[in-house]
T-cell receptor, first 119, second 113 residues
Framework: DTGVSQDPRHKITKRGQNVTFRCDPI?????LYWYRQTLGQGPEFLTY????????KSRLLSDRFSAERPKGSFSTLEIQRTEQGDSAMYLC?????????????????FGPGTRLTVL | AQKITQTQPGMFVQEKEAVTLDCTYD???????LFWYKQPSSGEMIFLIY??????QNATEGRYSLNFQKARKSANLVISASQLGDSAMYFCAMRELGNQFYFGTGTSLTVIP
């Protein structure tokens, strides 16, 4: 039983460079979430996919950020023209949930995260 | 207004004792779900326990229980018989009628031998 995996685990880049992160959710999980977590804070919601459809994006997700989930399986998060303020842990989570009404299947299972450092 | 408030930045507990981590939430929805996660120093978020707004009984999972007081909008996590491995950050989270999850700022728990 494999969990959520993320790649790479660590990324160091120079300001202005583009970076791309990958997330492989638990198989057959319909929902996939991206979060950003900075030191001393809880995860902040970035975006959400129901299968291949990106249904919601946070205002935190500027134009430099783009996420895809082309076949409803793995997802990528790209940050263009990185800034030092983008330095954070980027977490991916998946859940089997369906429907609008909150229920136990909303439980999200998180990957180990990708720690981004922008120099 | 914050959706999730965790007022205890840090807590200490003696090994084998019980500890309560506080969480209050803000929502006007009738249907919502409440979650607690543990984040060890390794960074991975680990699901602990779930409480639905319509659940009449408090949720329990092993040594974890959720003290759900709907009228007060509180969902405190109780850890019984603390172990050294319980030392970690603990986050309370909520999902309303929508797709966003809201997390609190977390409580750092240290278990003292």
């Amino acid at each position: 039983d494999t969990g959520v995996s993320q790649d790479p685990r660590h990324k160091i880049t120079k300001r202005g460079q583009n970076v791309t992160f990958r997330c492989d959710p638990i198989s057959e999980h319909n929902r996939l979430y991206w979060y950003r977590q900075t030191l001393g804070q809880g995860p902040e919601f970035l975006t959400y996919f129901q299968n291949e459809a990106q249904l919601e994006k946070s205002r935190l997700l500027s134009d430099r950020f783009s996420a895809e989930r082309p076949k409803g399986s793995f997802s990528t998060l790209e940050i263009q023209r990185t800034e030092q303020g983008d330095s954070a842990m980027y977490l991916c989570a998946s859940s089997p949930g369906q429907g609008l009404i909150p229920n136990p299947t909303d439980t999200q299972y998180f990957g180990p995260g990708t720690r981004l450092t922008v120099l | 207004a914050q959706k999730i408030t965790q007022t205890q930045p840090g807590m200490f507990v003696q090994e084998k004792e019980a500890v309560t981590l506080d969480c209050t939430y803000d929502t006007s929805d009738q249907s919502y779900g409440l979650f607690w996660y543990k984040q060890p120093s390794s960074g991975e978020m680990i699901f602990l326990i779930y409480q639905g707004s319509y659940d009449e009984q408090n949720a329990t999972e092993g040594r974890y229980s959720l003290n759900f007081q709907k009228a007060r909008k509180s969902a405190n996590l109780v850890i019984s018989a603390s172990q050294l491995g319980d030392s970690a950050m603990y986050f309370c989270a909520m999902r309303e009628l929508g797709n966003q999850f809201y997390f609190g700022t977390g409580t750092s728990l240290t278990v003292i031998p």
